[in-house]
């Protein structure tokens, strides 16, 4: 039995395309190297015979396992990001939800649009929504692809192109598809360290991956990862702690509130690919992972004087103060007007906070118990589990089956440490444990492939199939401390953990959706010259209806090295079962202010009156065509893509509360009602149109007695919102159309000589909107967006094979440690300077941490 992981009747019908610079990079490297060659076909194939990337009429970037390895990253996010110019991922700071399951970009779409797979196969959601989503990805709920390890990987195949006909739901931007490495023998054991320039951020990793023989007609293959992660933080100090401190207030922290990476403990994946021959060229398969890691991250700060249902309920003009046996039992509580820049100097203050005076003793402010403010830290355990099992084989010479089930399950568990439930007074933990996510989904799929001899130049390819798709979405009530409403809540203090309420049981429950899907589509190669491919697929939703989709693709050679190529589409996404029925309450700011904002089910009778509606797919319809090339070495791809998208599903603008509202939500079950000032809720509002071109070019000669790959990739992205109302909101808008650079692009040189590798890659980033704290403001109130300027950053790493077993390498990204731009909010918009204690726009596309250096070694069996 051969091995290799059999791609024909796995694979859904897209054709193939060009592989891009990855591919060619990773080729300049000898097989001396232990590193086995990328082969120039992909699993995501046709349906006949594999076909060879370069004959395909839509585009591809394959990614090989020895490019992977090159990065200094040991993110997936960023691997794929530093390969494919059209895919974007930022660095999520305070980001509630985001920050532990961050969401990329393909072609500028939100995270849910490109659908993910490994081996061929639908992978299952996170559990988390991106509440705070940077605009684009606001109320996304994509697949978690940083789980995946890339010692586990042969290739990782990038389809940029609409798929949902072959698909379905999500492959609106294209297909990411992971193929896991499938050797009997061998393997590697690689332990890698690095740092930011500026002494944080410390990650350490050790991955391995080991090919075994399953009898002799098959094989095991088995990879692990292991690794940890430091925070980073690139803050200065609040100008309103640092108000504080010269006003003699010794408690507040020297960075009262940190702007950086989250820290991540105890990351472990593990995967494991199995393959089994059967005899009579049928074979059994079987993949699947577990995954686990601990993230911690910053969140705001909590000011001593004015945060509201904490300290104060009138903007910081006078203290918070409890009567802590609720009856004044002739013990009056008095007034602490905030007078002064330090509540805790004035005499007023200390009469509340002595303790052996009757009024200190019944009365209470929470600036006895934490006087220099608070900072809750925000984070979880996210369990990633996953199992697929199948068969597939030939019937006879011209009809070939697959079939397979999946379950995957994703559980985000959070965790708000360092802050409190105000309404249980100085009784209140300090550590909550607000509740649970569990994203649930199994598959069933049935595949079937026909070979028809019909007089034309190869046999007529008729594919056609059957999914079954169930999908539950879990929410977990909190402790009880989490969203108690204490013995305080009736003076005004705020119900719940501070910063993110637990769910309350009469939040909890499991929704929960079925569908299933027919597909047929054809391949035919007309002439030597000229082959079309057609595909529709049915598909039918339990909650919201069905929906019918089709593509047509085309190849033409125009010569030997010239071909031209397009394709025309439709597509849609479904509202996930997540978007349509959470709710939850965050914090976040608003104008500059820190507000609690509810998130709402557009079912809830407070989202209706406000134009909610019940969620419905987006539908997409897309077109796409170019052209490849080569000559003499040189290797060319061109291609254009327009892609409308109708009815996006995205958070709402957040709404101001009117005591009607606050009465309707109490009555269905919102905790901390009397503290919410905002609420928002997910909708179909707008219409986008996104164009692009995407050009590749590579190179490979002879150079400095070595060998060397040249490769440059370009990508020009544009997103236009074409129609919204104020339910999106002018500042979406904004972040929709600005956020990302319109201009991507990565030259890269590959050097190979005898026991020395060299790999250099310069990244330029073109001008995009930088934002900080999601405020954008209007003509009346500046907000702190800005223009950023275009960068570029340079990767680079060596390689010395000390044996033909071992090697070392060191490198370095962005190595000449350029930033984005810097906060100036008072040259920009008046405002004072940092106030939130930001160094640098969050919204950078190449991060706010700067350089980063490693090492690492690798030993190869």
């Known amino acids: 039995m051969s091995t290799k992981f059999r791609s024909g009747t796995l694979a859904l019908a897209i054709s193939m395309a060009l592989g891009t610079l990855s591919t060619h990079a990773a080729e300049a490297d000898s097989s001396k190297k232990a590193e086995q060659e990328v082969e120039r076909i992909a699993v995501v194939g046709s349906r006949g015979a594999p076909r060879s990337v370069d004959d395909s009429p839509v585009p591809i970037d394959l990614i090989g396992a020895e490019e992977l390895e090159k990065s200094g990253n040991t993110d997936m996010l960023e691997l794929v990001k530093g390969t494919v110019p059209s895919f974007n991922v930022q660095t999520n700071p305070i980001s509630d939800a985001a920050s532990l399951v961050r969401p990329a970009n393909l072609r500028g779409l939100s995270s849910d649009s490109t659908l993910i797979l490994v081996n061929g196969k639908r992978r299952h959601r996170a559990s988390v929504i991106a ?3 940077g605009g684009i990805n606001d109320g996304a709920q994509g697949p978690d692809i940083s789980v995946i390890p890339s010692a586990a990987l042969k290739q990782v195949e990038v389809l940029r192109d609409g798929a949902a006909a072959q698909y379905g739901s999500d492959a609106i931007a294209g297909v990411m598809n992971f193929v896991l490495k499938n050797d009997a023998d061998g393997g590697s054991f690689t332990v890698r360290h690095g740092s930011y320039y500026e002494g944080d951020g410390d990650t350490t990793e050790i991955n391995g991956n080991i090919g075994l023989e399953l009898t002799k007609d098959g094989f095991a293959n088995l990879s692990f990862q292991y690794k940890n ?10 100008p309103d702690a640092q108000g504080l401190i010269n006003a003699g207030n010794t408690s507040v922290s020297d960075l009262a509130q940190i702007w950086g990476s989250p820290e991540i403990n105890d990351d472990i994946t593990i995967f494991a690919n199995f393959g089994l021959d059967l005899g009579n060229d049928r074979e059994a398969y079987m993949f699947g992972n577990y995954s686990e890691r601990d993230v911690r991250g910053g969140f705001y700060f909590r000011n001593p004087h004015i945060r509201g249902g904490v300290y104060s309920n009138d903007g910081g003009n006078s203290l918070l103060v409890a009567d802590l046996d609720g009856l004044n039992n002739g013990i009056e509580c008095p007034a602490v007007n905030i007078t002064t820049d330090n509540v805790l100097g004035q005499a007023d203050y200390g009469l509340i906070a002595d303790p052996n005076t009757a009024v200190g003793q019944n009365c209470f402010a929470f600036n006895e118990m934490l006087p220099g403010g608070f900072t809750p830290n925000f984070g979880g355990n996210i369990i990633d589990t996953s199992i697929t099992m199948g068969t597939r084989g030939e019937i006879n010479d011209s009809l070939s089956y697959d079939i397979s089930g999946s379950v995957g399950r994703n559980a985000s568990s959070y965790v708000i440490f360092d802050t409190l439930n105000a309404s249980l007074g100085p009784e209140s933990p300090r550590d909550f444990h607000p509740g649970e996510h569990i994203q649930l989904e199994k598959f069933f799929n049935v595949d ?3 070979e028809l001899e019909v007089g034309i130049e190869a046999p007529l390819v008729i594919a056609g199939g059957y999914e079954y798709h169930q999908e539950s979405f879990d929410v977990i009530a909190g402790d009880v401390a989490s969203y108690t409403a204490g013995p305080l809540t009736d003076q005004g203090f705020g119900i719940g953990s501070n910063g993110f309420p637990g769910f309350k049981p009469s939040a909890a429950g499991s929704f929960s959706r079925q569908n299933y899907a027919f597909y047929v589509d054809v391949e035919a190669q007309y002439t030597e010259k000229f082959l ?3 595909a529709l ?3 039918d939703y339990s909650t919201f209806g069905d929906t019918t989709n089709y593509k047509v693709s085309a190849q033409y050679s125009v010569t030997d090295d010239f071909s031209l190529r397009a394709s025309m589409s439709s597509g849609f996404r479904a509202p996930t079962v997540g978007q349509a029925n959470y709710s939850n309450v965050q914090t976040s700011l608003e104008g500059g202010l820190l507000v609690d904002s509810a998130l709402l089910p557009a079912t809830n009778p407070v989202a209706k009156q406000l134009g909610a509606t019940e969620l419905t797919p987006e539908e997409s319809d897309s077109i796409a065509f170019g052209a490849v090339w080569q000559l003499e070495g040189f290797h060319f791809t061109l291609d254009y893509y327009h892609i409308e998208v109708t009815d996006r599903i995205s958070q709402s603008t957040k709404y101001n509360l009117s005591d009607e509202d606050k009465t309707k939500l109490k009555a269905d079950g919102v905790p901390n009602v009397d503290s919410i000032q905002q609420v928002s809720f997910f909708t179909n509002d707008f219409d986008t149109t996104t164009e692009g071109i995407d050009f590749i070019a590579n190179y490979t000669t002879g150079l400095l007695d070595g060998d060397a790959v040249f490769s440059l990739a370009y990508n020009w992205n544009e997103t236009t919102v074409d129609s919204y109302t104020a339910i999106t909101g002018e500042g979406k808008v904004s972040r929709l159309e600005n956020d990302l650079p ?6 890269t040189w590959a050097q190979s000589w005898e026991d020395i590798n060299m790999f250099a890659r310069v990244n330029y980033f073109g001008e995009f909107q930088g934002v900080h704290v999601d405020w954008i403001g209007t003509p009346e109130e500046p907000g702190t967006e800005i223009n950023a300027d275009a960068e570029v950053t340079v990767d680079v790493e060596v390689t010395y094979y000390a044996t ?11 190595i000449f440690d350029v930033y ?4 100036d909010f008072e040259e920009q918009t008046g405002s004072p300077n940092n106030s939130w204690g930001g160094k640098y726009y969050e919204t950078s596309p190449f991060g706010f941490n700067g350089g980063f250096y490693y090492l690492k070694a690798t030993y190869r069996f």
């Open 131 to 133: 509440l705070l989503g």
């Open 229 to 238: 992660a430091d925070a980073t933080s690139r803050s200065v100090q609040r």
């Open 448 to 450: 079937l492939v026909k």
């Open 532 to 534: 079309m491919g057609y």
């Open 537 to 539: 697929r049915y598909e």
């Open 742 to 747: 319109n201009h991507r692009g990565t030259f």
């Open 804 to 814: 033909d077993e071992l090697s070392v390498s060191l490198g370095a990204q962005n």
């Open 820 to 823: 984005p731009s810097k906060l």
